[in-house]
């Protein structure tokens, strides 16, 4: 069992950056994928950032809308991942759910919401 809790998000103004963390209670060395998605009311969750354990190493993907401003991580001591994120814009404003799948299995976070505005 993986219980996984979002932290980092809040208000901040149009250009400005934000870290937002993503702990894990379980290990999650052998993960399938992990990941950042955001969620605007009235619309699908949507992914922002993944990484997808492959035979040689990790694939990471970001939606078009973030590349280049956006950079996923962990730490894989400290069970945690992270997304920075840089020269954030109004657009970008939404609850942040951080996600793992381990053995078929996806676990989500309940979220952090994230405010661009001036």
Not at 19 to 40: E, K, M, N, P, T
Not at 62 to 85: C, E, P
Not at 87 to 116: F, H, M
């Amino acid at each position: 069992q993986v219980q996984l809790v979002e932290s980092g998000g809040g208000l901040v103004q149009p250009g400005g950056s934000l870290r937002l963390s993503c702990a894990a209670s379980g290990r999650i060395l052998r993960f399938q994928s992990l990941g950042w998605y955001r969620q605007v009311p009235g619309k699908e969750r949507e992914m922002v950032a993944s990484v997808t354990s492959i035979i040689s190493g990790a694939y990471t993907n970001y939606a078009d809308s973030v590349k280049g401003r956006f950079t996923i991580s962990r730490d894989d001591a400290k069970n945690t991942v992270y997304l920075q994120m840089n020269s954030l814009k109004p657009e970008d404003t939404a609850i942040y759910y951080c996600k793992v799948a381990i053995l078929n299995t996806d676990y989500w976070g309940r979220g952090t919401q994230v405010t661009v505005s001036s």
